[in-house]
């Protein structure tokens, strides 16, 4: 076993189990729900369901020290796939979705959540 220092995640068997239990599986549900919604932006569950999967991911990649092990592994996956490029292509078609938007109780705040969502999309993939 390679093993580089003693902490849960110091060594390879961890950082393996870390990979293919966890982090895979939670990136490929989040690619899942952004490719769904793309392939068929007119269902309003797709709508809502790669809206939370870009949060998932802005939230799974943010710099918080207590997610340092899969945040890395995470962030490395949604490069190699290019989730960054299509959760933005997601949000930008959501934001731009005015009878989606009308909808909500709330259109013009559901508008700056996005925003918010948007310019953290830009942050995150510029931070790498």
Wanted: glycine share 4%; with cysteine.
């Amino acid at each position: 076993m390679g093993s580089w220092s003693e902490d849960p995640m110091g060594n390879d068997y961890a950082q393996e189990w870390l990979v293919n239990s966890i982090a895979y599986p939670l990136t490929a549900a989040i690619t899942n729900a952004i490719a769904c919604f793309l392939a068929d932006g007119s269902d309003d569950v797709k709508k809502i369901e790669a809206e939370a999967a870009v949060a998932l991911l802005l939230e799974l990649t943010a710099d918080v020290a207590n997610l340092q092990f899969l945040r890395s592994i995470i962030k490395y996956s949604a490069c190699e796939q290019g989730l960054w490029d299509r959760a933005m292509t997601a949000i930008v078609r959501l934001r731009s979705d005015e009878k989606w938007l009308s909808a909500w109780s709330n259109p013009e705040r559901k508008a700056d959540v996005l925003s918010g969502i948007i310019i953290a999309l830009q942050e995150s993939k510029n931070r790498g």
